[in-house]
């Protein structure tokens, strides 16, 4: 599908709509993380009405990309864009959190229809997607696996030994993306534990990297496609994103990781959204 103005206008329409629902859906819930999810909406936009091979109406679909959230706790980005797509109706993203929901503070594969992986404990994502990568390899599959994963759990070891495997085996079905936030829950990464120069660690690992901002939409759509052209290496996508995008009064505050807002905060955030993009919230509003 071609990426005129008119379709980066729509996605750009419906990162702000899932921004909306996430505000909206970690007030309902009274727990949830904030930052991360609202910094990622661009990019789940960019996937789920874009770059995935999906079906929403046939999740199971077997020639359907893999789209694995290694970083669980951001999962209402994920519902969100799944709602939006047409997974299950927008209004049950009300019930995340609450007791026998499909919406689990962290995704739970076999809860949820369109779920890849259960993801929780950070730094395993990334070898799971290995995996799958490498048995569409031996089978001679033609489906990509696509793994998002925090900057935060690049401090995992597990993580470097996906990295080894998968720049061993030359994995070029395999794109990464890196939620480049510079948080975590104690604080900014270079303060807690430094990662830089992450770019060149992975380039030492056989990786292609490419470094966008994870707030352009386009930009996020082109690195894709120049991953899919190269040929025998995986691809680390290192997406640069202000976490809490679109709220000015949490933009890079790293209190905001894992807390949700309450009632009043939400009509306020939702307010703000409103006044920077010129729109009208949706049914949280």
């Known amino acids: 599908m071609a990426l005129t103005d008119e379709k980066i206008a729509e996605l750009e329409q419906t990162a702000e709509k899932i921004r909306e629902t996430i505000i909206g859906m970690l007030v309902a819930a009274g727990s949830g993380h904030t930052a991360g999810p609202l910094g990622m909406a661009d990019i789940f936009t960019a996937f789920y009405f874009h770059i995935l091979k999906h079906d929403p109406k046939n999740p199971d679909w077997e020639e359907r990309d893999r789209l694995v959230l290694s970083n669980g706790h951001i999962v209402p980005v994920r519902y969100a864009a799944m709602a939006h797509a047409g997974y299950f109706p ?22 949820l229809p369109g779920l890849e992986t259960t993801s929780g404990p950070l730094g395993e994502g990334l070898s799971q997607a290995t995996g799958m990568a490498y048995a569409f390899r031996m089978d001679g599959r033609r489906e990509r696996v696509y793994c998002l994963v ?26 990464a993306v890196m939620d480049r936030n510079n948080i975590q829950i104690d604080g900014m990464t270079e303060d807690v534990m430094p990662l830089e120069p992450i770019a060149d660690k992975y380039r030492a690992f056989n990786w292609h990297v490419i470094e966008v901002n994870g707030h352009d939409i386009p930009a996020c759509i082109a690195a894709v496609e120049e991953a899919q ?11 640069h ?8 009064e949490i933009e890079f505050d790293y209190r905001w990781h894992g807390k949700p ?3 009043e905060e939400g009509k306020r955030f939702l307010k703000e959204l409103r006044t920077l993009q010129g729109k009208v919230p949706n049914e949280y509003a």
């Open 150 to 175: 925090s900057d935060g759990e690049q401090e995992a070891g597990n993580t470097w030994e996906a990295a080894l495997f998968a720049g061993k085996h030359k994995l070029s079905n395999l794109t």
């Open 90 to 111: 927008i209004e049950e993203c009300a019930t995340l959190r609450k007791f026998g929901s499909r919406l689990q503070g962290h995704p739970e594969r076999i809860r």
């Open 241 to 248: 994103t202000i976490p809490g995008k679109g709220v000015p």
């Open 229 to 239: 052209a190269i040929y025998e290496k995986p691809t680390m996508i290192i997406a």
């Open 261 to 263: 807002p309450t009632a």
